[in-house]
């Protein structure tokens, strides 16, 4: 059992560090590679930009002015203030009468991110939804990448952009940004090789409405909308895309405590997700979503196998050995030669992810992979932990949640988002780091960092006498090798040749799943658009309120019991009478 444990512990993470950055570089070679001009579009359809918002006051200004340059000929935007209790909705309310193409939806209480998405699709008049946090920094030229993907072809639902880490003053946020790309990014390209994207970005997505009107809008029950509506979407037979270039420039969260909350809403939001698709997704007919759920149940399976191995080594050093089996004895958790095999396979998966989106920074990222060291140690125990905890969590709340409300974690900046905006316009110098970082916590970092690669390297050593004993055996096999050397040599080819086995059969999959939809000629036909009668049928809405809904400027909104939406007229009429009165 112990042998068992540990094949599916070691080897899991390392094949599927292979196979990540394979798929993600034949991904570059076929899509990416010398492709950095924003493509010409036959022609431009109208987009809405949806902005979701609550107690965003210290953003939203920023937010709204930057997307309202957005070199995109044709958009609207719609900020859907969800019961902010802050003085969010005053600022809308001025911002909406200084920028022309901004429309406010205001919900009379907190929704959640999902009601408040809904509301704002029905505010809106164009066939496509771009929707964006507010405390995010869309690229400008984002949106001419994601369009084309709708227009290349009718059955694409939505386009997913790449988040880029902006604020990297702190040691986690610059662990992030390394994550960014090796992980998320890596996971999205090799994803899109075989058809199925496990989730959208949150963050940056745009939807075709039609598509969105198919599967009923977004979820309100769970608490990560994006995996929710990804699953919906491509169980309806919808495609996702993932684009690389279309940036979105995003804050990651630099505190453990608001690390811990983000990443255990965003593994409750799986398990929500795989729970309830559960019985749908493994059907036949369902069969290109296969891997998609295979791969998380997997790695959820990894989680508890870990969690399990510590409780076996605490075992084995707190009993008495006459009440603890031999078989699930643990020694030690420090690292052995597997434990260094792995940490060099992630360092090379972060070099490789690195160099891949290094092509949309301002300068390289790969300096970054200095940081990278502590993801296996503080990332892997968190991502960990909180599967743990979100798989009890989310089988304890499913079905019972009506609006999931969102609580954004908190993320403390050195400087203002006004300020991180300023700073996209400038080069950055090389300096930036260690004028913002205050001096105790810059050379903490730095002496921290030097321990970590320090140790790194002593426990390294032996794998690098491994590789060199090897080249000599190989040379001098009869004077070095010994009946034990045989074996270990045997052993190493052994663990070889299951890589090279688990990497042949990913490669055969990427080929026959190519050969088998690739030459479909699907990109053709006229994609379907949603009527207002199909609207009022959702909504139940009359004709004059859906165009008072799309031709009014600022709009209230609350949900009956049923979640059907209803314009708040009397709301409206006392708010006239307070801006008449100000005025």
Known sequence: MDFIFFVFIFFYPLFMAVYWMTGALIFFNRRERNRTKPPELDYYPHVSILVPCHNEESCIQDAIQQLAENNYPSFDIIAVNDGSTDNTGQMLHELSREIGCLKVVTLTRNYGKAMALNAGVLASTADYIMCIDADALLDKNALFWMIKHFLDSPRVAAVTGNPRVINKTSLLARIQI???????????????????????????????????????????????????ISWKLQLRYWDIRYEPRALTWILVPETVKSLWKQRLRWAQGGVEAAIKFGKEIFQWKNRRMWLVGLEYWVSVMWCYSVAFTVLCWAATHTLPADYWPDALVVETLIPQWTGVALALVCLTQFAVGLLLDS??????????????????????????????????????????????????????????????????????KRDMFWRLVPQTQKYAELVIMFVSWSLWVYLVMPLISLLVWIAASYLFKKEMLSPGGLETLQNIAHYGTLILVM???????????????????RRHGKAPVVTNEQIRERTQLSNEEVDYLRNTKEVYLHYDEEDYPVIDQNVESLDRHIKVAAV
């Open 503 to 521: 990497w042949a059969m990913m490669a055969v999959w990427i080929v026959w799943n190519q050969k088998r939809y690739g030459r479909r000629n």
């Open 178 to 228: 390394g994550e960014f790309s090796a992980i998320v990014g890596m996971v999205k390209r090799t994803q899109r090789n075989i058809g199925r994207l496990f989730t959208v970005s949150g963050v940056n997505a745009c939807f075709r409405k039609s598509a969105l009107h198919d599967v009923g809008y977004w979820s309100s029950e769970t608490v990560t909308e994006d995996i929710d």
């Open 359 to 428: 092509l949309y920074e301002r300068r390289g990222l790969f300096r970054y992979l200095f940081w990278a060291i502590w993801y296996p140690a503080i990332y892997w125990t968190i991502s960990a932990a909180t599967t743990i905890v979100a798989v009890p969590r989310g089988l304890a709340k499913l079905g019972k949640t009506r609006h999931a409300v969102w609580v954004s974690p908190g993320r403390k900046l050195l400087y203002s988002p006004l300020r991180l905006r300023e700073a996209r316009k400038k080069p950055e």
